[in-house]
C-alpha cells in the first residue's frame, strides 16, 4: 500500500494562494507540517492567508507576484532558492475568468486572460524546474478546470486557456516523469469561490449551477490525493467529469444537447446568488453589487 506523501518541512509554492482553492489546499499541507509560500497579486490577500496558517509568517512566507510579468516571476524563484533552496511541491493555481462576450470584449483582456491562465503556469513551471530538482522527491500540481474538456460558450477565452493548459500538463507529466517530476492536475466543476460569485453576478456560464457548487476544501482535498497517490488528472465530482467526456465524443450534438440544460442551469444559478446575499457574501458598492471574500 503506497504511504502518504511526507509533507513535514517541505517547502510548497501555491501560486493563488490567498484564494478559496489555494487557501483551503494551504491548510490542509500545513496541518501536514509543509511551509507554504502563498503567492498572490494582492499583498494585502497574501498576508491575511499566511496570517491565518498555523505558525504564521514565521513559519510561512506571503510572495507577491504577478505572474504574467517574466521579470517577477524570475526574482520570485530567485528569493525561493536564496531563502530555502529547492522546491519540494509547485501548485499553479493561479486563474480568471471574464464573462464578457467574446463578439464584445478588448482584444487586451482577451491576451491577459491567455497569459494569467495559460502562459504563466507554464512559464513559472518551467522556471521552476531547477529548485525542483533540488528536492527529493519533486511534484507540481495544476488547477485546470472541466472547463478543460468541456466548451463554455459564453467564457471562450477560459475555455481556450483550460483545455490549452490540460494538454500543456499532459505533455509535462509525461515529459518530465523519467526526469524525476511528478506533474499531475486537478480538474474541478463550479467551485464557491470569490471568482465563481462574481461570474455569478456577471451572468457567466449558467450550465455550470446544474448542481451547487462544491467547495473550495473539497478540490483541495482531493489535491492533496494526488501528492499521496498521483495520477495524470483527478477530478473532485468524478460524476461530473464522466458526463462532461461522454457529451464530447458527439461535439457536433452539442448545439442540440445545450437547451437541454440550460433552464436548469439558470434556476440554479439563480439560487446561488441568492444563498450568496443571504451568507453577506454579495455586498452593493456605489449602486453596483460585488463579490466579496468569504
Same mark, same amino acid.
Given at each position: 500500500?503506497?504511504?502518504?506523501?511526507?509533507?513535514?518541512?517541505?517547502?510548497?509554492? !501555491?501560486?493563488?494562494?490567498?484564494?478559496?482553492?489555494?487557501? #483551503?489546499?494551504?491548510?490542509?499541507?500545513?496541518?501536514?507540517?509543509?511551509?507554504?509560500?502563498?503567492?498572490?497579486?494582492?499583498?494585502?490577500?497574501?498576508?491575511?492567508?499566511?496570517?491565518?496558517?498555523?505558525?504564521?509568517?514565521?513559519?510561512?512566507? #506571503?510572495?507577491?507576484?504577478?505572474?504574467?510579468?517574466?521579470?517577477? !516571476?524570475?526574482?520570485?524563484?530567485?528569493?525561493?532558492?536564496?531563502?530555502?533552496?529547492?522546491?519540494?511541491?509547485?501548485?499553479?493555481?493561479?486563474?480568471?475568468?471574464?464573462?464578457?462576450?467574446?463578439?464584445?470584449?478588448?482584444?487586451?483582456?482577451?491576451?491577459?486572460?491567455?497569459?494569467?491562465?495559460?502562459?504563466?503556469?507554464? !512559464?513559472?513551471?518551467?522556471?521552476?524546474?531547477?529548485?525542483?530538482?533540488?528536492?527529493?522527491?519533486?511534484?507540481?500540481?495544476?488547477?485546470?478546470?472541466?472547463?478543460?474538456?468541456?466548451?463554455?460558450?459564453?467564457?471562450?477565452?477560459?475555455?481556450?486557456?483550460?483545455?490549452?493548459?490540460?494538454?500543456?500538463?499532459?505533455?509535462?507529466?509525461?515529459?518530465?516523469?523519467?526526469?524525476?517530476?511528478?506533474?499531475?492536475? !486537478?480538474?474541478?466543476?463550479?467551485?464557491?469561490?470569490?471568482?465563481?460569485?462574481?461570474?455569478?453576478?456577471?451572468?457567466?456560464?449558467?450550465?455550470?449551477?446544474?448542481?451547487?457548487?462544491?467547495?473550495?476544501?473539497?478540490?483541495?482535498?482531493?489535491?492533496?490525493?494526488?501528492?499521496?497517490?498521483?495520477?495524470?488528472?483527478?477530478?473532485?465530482?468524478?460524476?461530473?467529469?464522466?458526463?462532461?467526456? #461522454?457529451?464530447?465524443?458527439?461535439?457536433?450534438?452539442?448545439?442540440?444537447?445545450?437547451?437541454?440544460?440550460?433552464?436548469?442551469?439558470?434556476?440554479?444559478?439563480?439560487?446561488?446568488?441568492?444563498?450568496?446575499?443571504?451568507?453577506?457574501?454579495? #455586498?452593493?458598492?456605489?449602486?453596483?453589487?460585488?463579490?466579496?471574500?468569504?
Amino acid at each position: 500500500m503506497r504511504r502518504a506523501f511526507e509533507l513535514a518541512d517541505r517547502i510548497v509554492v !501555491v501560486t493563488g494562494g490567498a484564494g478559496g482553492i489555494g487557501s #483551503a489546499f494551504g491548510a490542509l499541507a500545513a496541518a501536514r507540517g509543509a511551509r507554504i509560500i502563498v503567492v498572490d497579486v494582492r499583498d494585502d490577500a497574501a498576508a491575511r492567508a499566511v496570517a491565518a496558517l498555523p505558525g504564521g509568517e514565521g513559519r510561512h512566507a #506571503a510572495e507577491t507576484c504577478d505572474l504574467t510579468d517574466r521579470a517577477q !516571476v524570475e526574482a520570485l524563484i530567485a528569493r525561493i532558492g536564496s531563502r530555502h533552496g529547492r522546491i519540494d511541491v509547485l501548485v499553479n493555481n493561479a486563474g480568471m475568468t471574464s464573462a464578457d462576450r467574446f463578439d464584445e470584449r478588448s482584444v487586451e483582456s482577451i491576451e491577459r486572460e491567455l497569459a494569467v491562465n495559460l502562459t504563466a503556469p507554464l !512559464v513559472l513551471t518551467r522556471l521552476a524546474v531547477p529548485l525542483l530538482r533540488a528536492s527529493d522527491d519533486p511534484r507540481v500540481i495544476t488547477t485546470v478546470s472541466l472547463g478543460g474538456i468541456f466548451p463554455l460558450g459564453e467564457t471562450p477565452i477560459y475555455t481556450a486557456s483550460k483545455f490549452g493548459l490540460r494538454g500543456a500538463m499532459l505533455s509535462i507529466a509525461l515529459d518530465l516523469r523519467d526526469k524525476g517530476i511528478t506533474v499531475c492536475s !486537478v480538474l474541478p466543476s463550479a467551485t464557491d469561490t470569490r471568482m465563481l460569485r462574481q461570474e455569478a453576478l456577471d451572468g457567466g456560464n449558467s450550465l455550470q449551477f446544474q448542481d451547487p457548487p462544491q467547495s473550495p476544501e473539497h478540490v483541495a482535498r482531493t489535491m492533496m490525493r494526488l501528492l499521496d497517490r498521483p495520477r495524470l488528472e483527478a477530478y473532485p465530482r468524478p460524476s461530473e467529469s464522466r458526463l462532461v467526456r #461522454a457529451a464530447l465524443l458527439v461535439p457536433n450534438a452539442l448545439p442540440r444537447l445545450m437547451p437541454l440544460f440550460r433552464g436548469k442551469g439558470e434556476r440554479g444559478q439563480k439560487r446561488y446568488l441568492r444563498q450568496l446575499r443571504d451568507r453577506g457574501l454579495i #455586498a452593493t458598492v456605489d449602486g453596483v453589487e460585488r463579490a466579496v471574500d468569504a
